[in-house]
């Protein structure tokens, strides 16, 4: 006995897209996401503002850079949060774009702070945990491309099967 119900399609590719918004968990991650992102730039901001006497540069740039970072997260927690309809995970490539460039920053920095100091164990250290960081970053952003050129791709096929 066959079940013919299933051979055709139910919803049509506009009813399935709208239905990808995020969920409630996913919502609530990126919630926490941008107040974490928020806490780090008012932390490390009002460490910077109220330290007293003239700072190094380096130290500057430092918090400078942490600052950033932690700007960097709240805004694109907020990007996201603020979008409705299906991100098709462009939310996932832009996160791995972020953890790239940070990471790629903070190995570069924390190098070029072991070079200057002429500190070969911290180098040595440093380089490679930093390494670790690139490599998990460039990864997530590789996976997070195919899983959005995947998607798009089903759109793309979803859209041609309505006409």
Known sequence: MTDDRFDEPTLSADQVMANLSLTGWERLRYVLLGVAGLTVAALVGSLWATEPGGLPARTHVAFAALTAAGLGWAGFAAWVLSRRG??????????????????????????????????????????????????????????????????????RELQRGDR
């Open 86 to 155: 299906p991100l098709f995970a462009r939310d996932r490539v832009i996160a791995g774009g972020l953890a790239l460039g940070f990471s790629t920053v903070a190995t570069g920095g924390i190098a070029l702070i072991a070079i200057v100091r002429g500190e070969l164990t911290m180098l040595l250290i440093a380089v490679p945990t930093g390494l670790v960081l690139v490599s998990a970053a460039t990864a997530l952003l590789v996976r997070a491309r195919a899983h959005r050129a995947a998607l798009l791709r089903r759109k």
